[in-house]
Every structure is written in structure tokens, then in C-alpha cells.
């Protein structure tokens, strides 16, 4: 019977407390209370976002499948299978799970107004819309269909996209059938820098 | 990377230079200790500093910043003289033999023929390969036929011109310009070319940099210059070889083949110009035509631009792109200048750029020049940022030193957008080694976070609405963008993955099999791509990723076959799943492996097929008597000793230049010390230091194992590993000064002023640079005016790009973040 890797990881913390100052067998007890926290998780595989080595991860999430519970990353290892890393992870790989939970997270829109010294609040909604009056009024103020010399340009220079290093190629192509198909030209990203 | 992480191991002799894998690389560089281990191979780093990677070597050389290929053409040299070269494969697999027009001059006094000293620009026409026969003089474009000397005597021929001009990079001059010393020089030098002594064709020997190529006025030659040393000893498309970018971010691999990038569209297809008047013009423009000598072949791939371009319109804009309207080529935007990163900023702040989007990209922390980019955005009406930390970008307006009455006068309007972290998204990820792999949604964002194509797909979908209703200009391809998705907010990138990859839009035939692929199907691969609107395709690269088997982005097989480190049945490389790119070239010209332990393709004559452990990069039929060339990507299908015409803007040779600031003149021509095409800036803000203004200490700036860029200083453990910003001063440096480790001190350059503790060291040595005492320091990048350590008032606020100058590479227009100059004091 082929063993698991996390039966076999209970399987040794067991074997490793029978010999016990008791004088009777506590194992199964042990077992019970001393399960590693990682035993009831799920496990989802990704690629660690920092460098470019992309070494495989593991992120053990626990209560996902509780109907009220919210579902929290409790470990992020290194995957093991990865032809790469080999399980191996580096001191930033190593402290993901700081990453993802993190009380410097940004949790809620907010919005700077001209001549303000603080953040506001702002619902999402409201934020979109002031968006994309912004993008409107901007792009029909400056948009250059023509150049000097009468030739097509079609082209929105006053509007800039700058993307990051880990967005995601799905990601990418949105920013480029979105941005270009609004005329834009100063799109550039992390790889220029 | 031509080749990838695991294939390192296969190498009999590395040179790491311009990165430092051991530290920024960690888990990555544990195959260049394997190579060492288990094949004996042998390590040279030159950096200039003493890293961990150094600690690993061999040997190590310490090098002054920006003087890379004044050293790499040593070798040049050293590899020409000692005959230490692949002859077969110089001789068919480059343009060595090639002839050059009359005409043509080398860079004696600084300058190539051509230069246009008041546009500062090249006329390239020289530039160009000698027509042979009938073929009509070359002007504009390369000759279909190129006159060839197989002997390589012929005085104009590539290898003649090639000989020449790195003859004057002896090692006297290297250890003038570098630091170098030449007794240390020779011996690098004899042990990287070792691999082709007495014209054995077996070893082989990788080359490894990352950023301290790229960061300088001329870092594209520099890695240029690599490749050329590599075709010369014939290292390119074998195992263990090839030229390697390490990279230093998780996609920015993805973000280039992406287009992520002003200059091009996905999979490296041209941007439109102002004179393509139609489709047709531009295809014409971008698509090449095939420049051999007559009794040669080549594949020329990029003919199949028109189908890939057509697919890519298909894909953007469907029902709405037909044959009638061109396929809707006027709805993309159509340049003749560059938009490049330090341009954006520039143009902001001259007014030009008015709204930013910035999605998990700390621009001001990027600089270069911070102080520029801050007041840049003090003049811009919007700017919208996308993150999942306060940044300093999204905070300009309250950048250290602005005062409640500045800020008053600070109109800009800020959105500040909680986006999602990776853990938070699915798609994919490019890896330095060109494998695409799929990552799992984990969790959802916290709070109310979104993931980031969501609030892009949200604010287009507001902007397309008020076009729809209110009209505006030309809305043409914003109403019409192609936006049939079951998901129209695309919380999950399945779609948008198999959109990338492609299909078929009516019933087609794959050309490889001859096999029916039906409407609605996906595309197996960008052989099966058509220019008649029959097939849709986001980048045809990437075509393969995801097709009617699955998404082979998302495949675990942990097989390895040849044992080589193929593993071919993992994730997916671009392009078709091939790992090692020009894998032909590791055969010799009959078809057969160089060194038939490490056999990765090869002609078989039964089935008269290429095939292997890898797949092949080559046309799969093409038998080694019709001699095609083996890098098909290019027009002249040969590895280019020589950049022809307008491949490069400074030169078809690399030159050594002095970066833009610099603590000598240039000893080969002082009278050109730079780059005679850099590019600089003009506002108030872009000043840049001499020696004479005092700056005569070289800077360098580099990142620490425990920290990445500007994110882990929001990660509690990573600050607590190293809590604070530090420069690193050369022991000697800091006793003139009278500093010890620990005090403070002042790094000031033409542009501004840094803070941090002194980390004095011997890790980086005084260098006599051109007989003259010469210093060098190094700032990790980590710091800002956000972040654990920053917040707590731990830190003097400043940002290392502060100090970084605005001039940036003619090719690649990458800033010269490395070496620079500027002076110290105790702070």
C-alpha cells in the first residue's frame, strides 16, 4: 500500500512518542492531540513570487471547508516534487505566509483629494466610476488621430499604464487589449527596469 | 535563458558575472553547485564585489562597475589569438564568413561609419552584408544572397573585422579600464576558452548574468558581447551552454513575451508605425525576407508574421476585425518615438502624461532619479495605484520633506486600490528558464481587496459604457474590443489562458498532421496559425500552452528521461515546449551530436527527421546537406558576430564606453568616452556629476538574500533578518575618512543626497583604474519611506534611486542604475 507523505509524517510523531515515562502506551492518545498543524489543511500549489527561479510552493490552507469558517494560510512550504527547488525555499520564499497574511494589507479603496494631506475612504463603486471618468476625459482631451503629416496614429499619449513583476501573463494581455485598444502608448512594465 | 535552471548542471565551466545567484537566486544556484560537484566544473565570477557566489568560485575577479565588456572582449581576443575557437561552427552556424560592405569603418576613435555627430544618431547603410552575384546592392535591407569567404581570409569578412577590433582590447588595456589585473585577466581568460583547447568539440561553457549587464548605457552590448564570445566557442544550443539571463522578478520574462512593453505586441511582433498606412504595409515592413549565401538555407521563421499578426486582431477584436476593415489594424495606436520608462516619467513632468495607472509597480522606488519621479507625479490630474501595501508611489504627496502647505498645492488626485497577492490569483508565471506554470488560487483577498484583472476589467467596462452612451474619440476599439467571456470580470484566468493560446475560429486543417481542427477547438500549436481570419491567437508564443489535451501550463510529470534535466512532461517552455533553444546547433553540421554523452537532438536518416530528448528547434525535415542555418529566428538563419543594419543603434560590434559618469576617460579614445547615442535628459532634475564636481566614488546597488525590492519590507520576519539600510564602504575608504562601521554616512550624488549606517568591509577593494586609486561602494535597494523599519523611524526615509542618474541604453532603454558616481561624508 503506497503511504502518503503527511501518514507518514503522523506515522513517525506517533512511533516517536510510544516510548513513553508512563509505563503505558500513550501513542494514540499523542497522535490525537499532537497531529501537525498542517494535518488538516488543503494544499494548493503555486510558484513563489519574488524571484525568477519559481520555485514550487505549497500553501496549506486551514478551514476552507467549514461553512463559517474563514478559510487562513497557516504554512507555506516548499514543494518537494518541484524539478527545480526540490522543496527548497530561500529566506523570502521561507516567510510567504507572512505575505499573505499580513496586517500592513490594504484592505479598503481609498482616495487622495487635490490639495489633501490624508487618505479618504472611498466604495469601490464610486472609486470605478471616478475612474473612468478620469480615463474618459483625459483620453478625449489629448487622443491624436492624426499626426502633422495627415498620417492615422490613433493614439492616446497623455495616459500611462505601468505594470508590475508579478502580474500574470493573463494579467499582461488584458492590460494590453484593454490599454491599447484605448490608444495607449506609454505602457511599460518592471521587465524595461 | 537560451537554456534553463536544471540544464546548468550539464556544464563543464561557468562564468557568472553581473548577478549574484548565490544570494539573489538561492534555490536556482544550487545547480551551478551541483555542476561543480558532479562534473567537476569549474566556476569564474567577476563582480565587483566580493559576494557569496565569489565565495563559491573557482576563481574571482574584482571588476570597477561598467567595464564589462572591455573584459569580455579580452576574452574575444584572448579566444582569436590562442586559437581557442569552434571552427566548424563558427564557419556554418554564424556570420563569420559573411563579407561586409565596402565602407565600413571599425570604432577606432570611438566612432563606427555613419555617425550623424548633430542627430547624434548612425546611418547604418555600411552596416550591411556584401550582395553576391546578382544580387542588387544592398541599401535599406539585407541581400537576399550574401557574399561568403568559407577560408575566413577575406579581409571584409565578419571573423577579419571581428579579429580586428578586439585586438586592441589586450590585456594591458583590460587591466587599464577594468582593475583587472592582467596576470589575473590571462588566467581567466585561459580557463573559460580551456573548453576548445586543441579544438576539442565536447566540453562546454555557460555564461550567467542578470542586471549588472543590463543596468548601463550600453548593457545590451554587454550581453552582446557574451553571446558572441559563446558563438565563438561554439556554446550556444548545447547543453550546459548558451547565454543565461537570470532574472530577477517572478514574470518579467512573461511581461516582455507579454508586451508589457511599449514597444511591441505580444510575441515580439512589431509595434505599429505611422507609415504602415495599411496592414499590408505593415506586414511588409515587419515580416523579413530570408539574406544567405546562395548554396545556404534558413528558415527565416518570422515569415509567418502575417499569421500571427492576424490571429492577434482575431483574438482582439473578433467579429468586429474582418477583411473589409483590414482587420480593425487602425485601431491600435501607431508610434515613432519611444515611450519608454524613463520617458513616461519625463513626460509627465513636462506636462505631457496627465493619468498613471501603476499596478504593483512603485515607480518613485524604481527612479531612476526618485526626486524626479515625485515631482513628476505632483503635476499629473490622476493617478491610480494597485497594490496590497502602502507604497511609496501611491504616497508621493507625502513624501518625506513635503509640508502640509506643500501638499496643499499638490493637485494630483490618488486612488489607492486594495489589489490581490499571488496567493490570491490564478495564471501564469514565466520563469527565467521560459517555462509557463499555472499557480492556484489559495485564498481569497482580505477585506474588501479585489484581485487586480477585476478592477481593470471593471474600470474598462465603466469607460466602455460611457463611450457607448456619450460617444467620444474614435471609440471604435473600445466598443469593439472582443469581451465575450463567461466571466466578464475574470476572477479566474481560464478564459483568458485558452484565449492566449488560441482557436480555431472555423473548421481548419492542422498542417502537421493533416487532421481537421474544428471550429471552436483549440489550437495545438503556432504551426496551425492562419492569416485569413480562420484562427484567433493572443501570442502566438505561447500557442500550446492550453489546447484540446488541457492546459499543459498546469502538467507535473517529474520524468527525465535523458537525464539531462529535460523534463519535458513539466509545465510547458515556450516556444512548443523546447527547453534548450538552437538545440541543432549541439550537433555538428552532419546532424550529429558534438559530445554524444549529452545527445539532446540529432538527425536520424531512416525516419529523415530531426529528433531527441528535446524538441528540436529546427525545421523537423530539413536534412543537414541543405544546410540550414540554425538560428532559424533570424533572416540570415546564423548566430550574428556581426549585427547588421539597424539591429543595434550603437554599433554591429560591442564598444567599450565609459558609463555615463565615470571616474576616468575612456583609455581606448578619450576624446569618445561614452556612448556616443546615450540618451540624456533636460529638466532641472536630470543633472549629472564629474570627477571635477568631486564625485569620484563609483556606486554600485544590489539587493540582499533576506530582502526583495521594495515588497518584504512590509514582512515582519524579513525585517527582523535585516532590520536596517546600510552602505558598504571599503575598509580603506572609511579610514581615510575616519568612519567606523556603524556611524552614519552621507552618499551624495549630482541628484541627491542618501543615509544610512556604514557597513565597512573588505569585501570590495581599492582598484587602480587606469593607474589612478579608485574606490567603489555598494547600497542594497531595500529601503524606502514605507514599510516596518520606516515607519518605526529606524530609517533616515531616503531611497537609494535618489541617487541613480536619467540615461538609458540606445536598445533597450534599460537606466544606468549601476555605476554611477558620488561622493561620501560622515553624516
Known amino acids: 500500500m503506497p503511504i502518503s507523505r503527511r501518514a507518514f509524517l503522523q506515522g513517525s510523531i506517533a512511533g516517536g512518542a510510544a516510548l513513553s515515562a508512563f509505563g503505558f502506551d500513550v501513542a494514540p492518545v499523542q497522535a490525537q492531540a499532537k497531529t501537525l498543524k498542517i494535518g488538516r489543511t488543503s494544499e494548493t500549489r503555486s510558484t513563489c513570487p519574488y524571484c525568477s527561479v519559481s520555485c514550487g510552493v505549497i500553501i496549506h490552507t486551514l478551514g476552507d471547508r467549514a461553512k463559517n469558517a474563514i478559510p487562513q494560510v497557516v504554512h507555506v512550504e516548499g514543494d518537494p516534487d518541484h524539478p527545480i527547488n526540490r522543496g527548497t525555499l530561500c529566506p523570502k520564499g521561507s516567510s510567504l505566509q507572512q505575505e499573505i497574511l499580513n496586517d500592513r494589507r490594504l484592505l479598503k479603496p481609498q482616495v487622495r483629494r487635490p490639495g489633501s494631506d490624508h487618505w479618504e475612504d472611498i466604495d469601490w463603486d464610486r472609486a470605478v466610476d471616478e475612474i473612468a471618468r478620469w480615463v474618459k476625459k483625459t483620453r478625449d482631451a489629448s487622443f491624436i488621430a492624426t499626426d502633422s503629416r495627415g498620417r492615422v496614429v490613433n493614439r492616446c499619449e497623455s495616459i500611462a499604464w505601468t505594470g508590475g513583476c508579478t502580474d500574470t501573463n493573463e494579467l499582461n494581455y488584458l492590460v494590453v487589449k484593454t490599454m491599447r485598444s484605448l490608444g495607449v502608448v506609454g505602457l511599460e512594465n518592471q521587465a524595461r527596469v | ?827
Open chain 2, 1 to 827: 535563458m537560451t537554456n534553463g535552471w536544471i540544464d546548468i548542471k550539464n556544464t563543464d565551466l561557468m562564468l557568472i558575472m553581473g548577478g549574484n545567484p548565490a544570494e539573489n537566486h538561492p534555490c536556482g544556484f544550487k545547480w551551478p553547485v551541483e555542476a561543480r560537484l558532479h562534473r567537476n566544473a569549474k566556476l569564474i565570477v567577476v563582480d565587483p564585489r566580493f559576494t557569496r557566489t565569489a565565495a563559491s568560485a573557482d576563481l574571482f575577479l574584482q571588476i570597477r562597475a561598467g567595464t564589462d565588456i572591455a573584459f569580455l572582449g579580452g576574452l574575444i581576443n584572448y579566444a582569436i589569438l590562442n586559437d581557442r575557437l569552434a571552427h566548424d561552427y563558427l564557419v556554418h552556424y554564424t556570420n563569420a564568413a559573411f563579407l561586409i560592405q565596402e565602407g565600413f569603418k571599425l570604432p577606432e576613435d570611438g566612432l563606427y561609419s555613419g555617425f550623424d555627430a548633430s542627430k547624434r544618431t548612425y546611418d547604418k547603410a555600411t552596416w550591411n552584408y556584401e550582395g553576391a552575384g546578382a544580387s542588387p546592392a544592398a541599401g535599406a535591407s539585407l541581400p537576399p544572397t550574401v557574399a561568403y569567404d568559407i577560408t575566413l581570409q577575406h579581409p571584409r569578412c565578419v571573423f577579419q573585422l571581428l579579429k580586428q577590433q578586439y585586438s586592441r582590447y589586450t590585456p594591458e588595456m583590460v587591466e587599464r579600464i577594468t582593475g583587472i589585473p592582467r596576470d589575473q585577466f590571462l588566467k581567466a581568460a585561459d580557463l573559460f576558452t580551456s573548453v576548445r583547447k586543441d579544438g576539442d568539440m565536447k566540453r562546454v561553457a555557460t555564461i550567467i548574468y542578470a542586471v549588472g549587464w543590463t543596468q548601463h548605457t550600453f548593457g545590451t552590448q554587454i550581453i552582446r558581447t557574451a553571446a558572441m564570445l559563446q558563438l565563438l566557442l561554439g556554446n550556444v544550443g548545447r547543453a550546459g551552454g548558451g547565454v543565461n539571463a537570470l532574472r530577477g522578478h517572478s514574470n518579467i520574462q512573461g511581461a516582455t513575451d507579454m508586451a508589457g512593453v511599449f514597444d511591441s505586441l505580444p510575441g515580439y511582433l512589431k509595434m505599429p508605425s505611422p507609415d504602415d498606412a495599411d496592414l499590408a504595409t505593415y506586414l511588409k515592413r515587419t515580416t523579413p525576407t530570408a539574406s544567405k549565401p546562395a548554396e545556404w538555407d534558413s528558415y527565416n521563421y518570422w515569415s509567418n508574421t502575417p499569421k500571427f499578426m492576424v490571429s492577434f486582431l482575431k483574438a482582439l477584436y473578433g467579429d468586429a476585425a474582418t477583411k473589409q476593415n483590414d482587420w480593425a489594424f487602425h485601431y491600435l495606436p501607431k508610434i515613432d518615438r519611444k515611450y519608454s520608462w524613463t520617458e513616461i516619467w519625463d513626460d509627465m513632468y513636462n506636462g505631457h502624461v496627465k493619468g498613471m495607472f501603476a499596478f504593483g509597480m512603485n515607480g518613485v522606488q524604481i527612479g531612476p532619479n526618485t526626486r524626479k519621479n515625485i515631482e513628476a507625479l505632483k503635476k499629473a490630474d490622476w493617478l491610480v495605484v494597485g497594490e496590497i501595501y502602502p507604497d511609496e508611489t501611491s504616497e508621493f504627496w507625502r513624501a518625506p520633506g513635503t509640508t502640509p502647505d506643500d501638499m496643499r498645492t499638490i493637485n494630483t488626485t490618488v486612488y489607492r486600490l486594495p489589489c490581490a497577492g499571488f496567493a490570491e490569483k490564478d495564471g501564469t508565471f514565466v520563469n527565467s528558464a521560459r517555462w509557463l506554470q499555472w499557480k492556484n488560487i489559495a485564498v481569497a483577498p482580505p477585506g474588501d481587496a479585489r484581485v487586480d484583472q477585476e478592477v481593470l476589467a471593471r474600470i474598462f467596462l465603466k469607460v466602455r459604457e460611457l463611450y457607448q452612451k456619450e460617444g467620444g474619440a474614435f471609440p471604435d476599439p473600445i466598443v469593439n474590443l472582443s469581451w465575450n467571456y463567461t466571466d466578464p470580470l475574470h476572477r479566474s484566468f481560464v478564459e483568458l489562458a485558452k484565449e492566449i493560446n488560441g482557436r480555431a475560429l472555423a473548421d481548419v486543417t492542422d498542417p502537421a498532421t493533416g487532421q481537421t481542427i474544428k471550429a471552436g477547438q483549440q489550437l495545438p500549436g503556432f504551426g496551425a496559425l492562419k492569416d485569413d481570419g480562420t484562427t484567433l491567437c493572443g501570442n502566438w508564443l505561447y500557442s500550446g500552452s492550453w489546447t484540446e489535451a488541457g492546459a499543459m501550463t498546469q502538467r507535473r510529470g517529474t520524468d527525465d528521461p535523458s537525464g539531462l534535466g529535460v523534463y519535458p512532461n513539466w509545465a510547458w517552455s515556450w516556444p512548443a515546449n523546447r527547453r534548450v533553444m538552437y538545440n541543432r546547433a549541439s550537433c555538428d553540421p552532419g546532424g550529429q551530436p558534438w559530445d554524444p554523452e549529452r545527445r539532446q537532438v540529432w538527425w536520424n536518416e531512416a525516419a529523415k527527421r530531426w529528433v531527441g530528448n528535446d524538441v528540436p528547434d529546427f525545421k523537423p525535415d530539413s536534412a543537414p546537406k541543405d544546410h540550414m542555418g540554425p538560428f532559424i529566428m533570424n533572416p540570415d538563419g546564423i548566430g550574428r558576430l556581426f549585427g547588421p543594419l539597424a539591429a543595434f543603434q550603437d554599433g554591429p560590434f560591442p564598444e567599450h564606453y565609459e558609463p555615463i559618469e565615470s571616474p576616468i576617460a575612456n583609455p581606448l579614445h578619450p576624446s569618445q568616452s561614452t556612448n556616443p547615442v546615450v540618451q540624456k535628459f533636460e529638466t532641472p532634475l536630470d543633472k549629472y556629476g564629474t570627477v571635477q564636481d568631486g564625485f569620484t566614488v563609483v556606486c554600485t546597488t544590489y539587493r540582499l538574500t533576506e530582502h526583495y525590492h521594495y515588497w518584504t519590507k512590509n514582512n515582519p520576519m524579513n525585517v527582523q533578518l535585516v532590520p536596517e539600510p546600510f552602505v558598504e564602504i571599503p575598509a580603506e575608504l572609511a579610514d581615510e575618512m575616519g568612519l567606523r562601521g556603524g556611524e552614519r554616512v552621507k552618499v551624495t550624488s549630482a541628484r541627491a543626497t542618501y543615509v544610512a549606517k556604514a557597513m565597512v568591509t573588505r569585501r570590495i577593494k581599492p582598484m587602480q583604474i587606469d593607474g589612478k586609486k579608485t574606490y567603489q561602494i555598494g547600497i542594497p535597494i531595500h529601503w524606502g519611506y514605507r514599510g516596518i523599519a520606516e515607519d518605526a523611524g529606524r530609517t533616515a526615509l531616503t531611497s537609494v534611486n535618489l541617487l541613480s542618474p536619467t540615461a538609458i541604453d540606445p536598445n533597450a532603454y534599460t537606466p544606468e542604475f549601476k555605476g554611477f558616481l558620488v561622493k561620501l561624508e560622515k553624516a
